[in-house]
């Protein structure tokens, strides 16, 4: 019985660790995926939060980095996209700019 309190207090802490990782999330309230949007100022209006890992955030627009977002709920207005099919991500990153793999994505249409 001595044996297994120890061994049921490290597995515990293992899955609190596990548990504490996984409260990273993004949402993007606007716009929606599958929007239709405008080729300028195109309002992203988000909510992160970054768990234990995490830092901040950056926009992706198609895949390149458009900001470095501080503010953990707001806005940011991309200032032009072509007419088309586009991808506007944001991403929780570390102290050093790395992904953590905790992520939300929109498609959009411009035009």
């Known amino acids: 019985m001595k044996l297994l309190t120890p061994v049921v207090l490290v597995c515990s802490i293992g899955f609190a660790g596990a548990?504490?990782?996984q409260d990273a999330s993004v949402t993007i309230s606007s716009p929606v995926n599958?929007?239709?949007v405008g080729t300028k100022g195109i309002k992203?209006?988000?909510s992160v939060v970054t768990g234990p890992k995490g830092d901040h955030v950056h926009l992706y627009v198609d895949g390149n980095e458009a900001a470095v977002l501080r503010q953990l709920k707001g806005?940011?207005?991309v200032d032009m996209l072509k007419a088309?099919?586009?991808d506007l991500c944001i991403k929780i990153v570390d102290k050093g700019h790395t992904p953590i793999g905790v992520e939300k994505c929109v498609k959009v249409t411009a035009g």
């Open 44 to 46: 992203v209006d988000y």
């Open 34 to 36: 599958g929007a239709k």
């Open 84 to 86: 088309g099919d586009h």
């Open 19 to 21: 548990a504490l990782a």
């Open 75 to 77: 806005s940011y207005t």
